[in-house]
């Protein structure tokens, strides 16, 4: 059974509504060059983030936005439990929901990162941050990373239909109008090739492992096993089992009530692979090759994320 997470519902309410009053044009506010949506993040926030201090066991998983993070979120989580459980790591006094923060770093008040300080390890930590924008102690901490990445082409398909659904993002009357917006630079989080092509610099550093969103999906218990063996968790054959039951997109969307409230209706839509087919014309499939190829051709995330097989028509 899933435990409420009150705090993280309320900021997700607080947000919703304080953008439900606001213009389009006013939803999104730039820092260093990136678009961020103003009720979940601000340039105070921002450099507050920089004082914060990472610990060479955190858990932090970085992916761009529709990439598939909130569904590894729930594996990573499930994955601390258990290491919590059989290292007794966690003192029966520690108050869960006092102690609770808003998983993703860039996403909070400016005292979060003070707060965060008297998280117990390990603590899991979500980013939709590019490398260059992250605190700098996560990589002189050597901090471990998961790096998820999906096929740009659901990516973009996926994030279409979220944008209509909460009122944090700009919408779009059309998905021709989104299109152009994903290909010229106007997302919030910034583009999706540029976020590839800057993650692509740390895809052989030893401390970061890359996972794509469609290896999961073929193969959910390996996938789970290697994730556990990169942060140093084991696990049995019945913990994996569990991790694995706990985070099909069929128990997530069950629980989402619970676990997200009533964003959770947004978030869990379809969790497919190849959605993009029922969107994209043949000009937008040669647009996007074309970026593709430009940005990612050759390099080591690009061929991890096996192009021709989940984005050629």
């Known amino acids: 059974m899933e435990k409420p997470r009150k705090k993280f519902m309320d900021i997700i309410d607080k947000a919703l509504a304080a953008a439900s009053k606001m213009d389009r044009d006013e939803l999104l506010f730039s820092y260093k060059g990136v678009l961020y949506p103003v009720t979940f993040c601000s340039l105070e926030t921002f450099r507050a983030m920089e004082s914060f201090e990472a610990r060479s066991d955190d858990i932090i998983l970085a992916g761009y936005p529709k990439s598939g993070t909130n569904w590894l979120g729930q ?20 108050d869960d929901e006092e102690l609770e923060e808003f998983p993703y770093l860039e996403i909070g008040d400016t005292e979060k990162y003070e707060r965060m300080k008297k998280l117990p390890s ?5 980013t939709h941050l590019r490398p260059e924008n992250l605190p700098r102690s996560i ?3 050597k901090a471990k990373i998961l790096l998820l990445i999906r096929n740009p082409k659901d990516v973009a398909t996926s994030f279409y239909y979220f944008t209509s659904g909460v009122s ?14 994903f290909m010229t630079n106007k997302m919030a989080w910034g583009s999706y090739f540029q ?10 550093a030893e401390n970061v492992m890359t996972i794509t969103y469609e290896e999961l999906k073929e193969n959910r218990v390996l996938g789970v096993k290697n994730i556990a063996a990169f942060f140093g968790i084991s696990l049995t054959e019945t913990e994996v089992q569990s991790v694995v039951e706990r985070s099909s997109f069929q128990s997530m969307k069950k629980n989402s009530q619970k676990t997200h ?3 959770g209706e947004v978030l869990f839509r379809k969790g497919n692979v190849s959605d993009w087919k029922n969107l994209f014309s043949e000009d937008q499939n040669e647009k996007m090759d074309k970026a593709f190829e430009e940005h990612m051709g050759g390099t080591k995330l690009g061929k991890k994320l096996k192009y021709e097989v989940y984005c050629k028509a």
């Open 195 to 204: 976020y590839l092509s800057e993650w692509n610099k740390y895809a052989d």
């Open 168 to 181: 944090s993002l700009p919408s779009y009357e059309t998905w021709d109008d989104f299109f152009v917006a």
């Open 261 to 263: 409230g009533a964003f």
């Open 75 to 94: 594996i990573l989580n499930d994955l601390s439990a258990i290491y919590d459980k059989k290292t007794q790591n966690k003192q029966n006094t520690v």
């Open 139 to 141: 990589f002189k901490n």
């Open 122 to 126: 390990r603590r899991v930590i979500i």
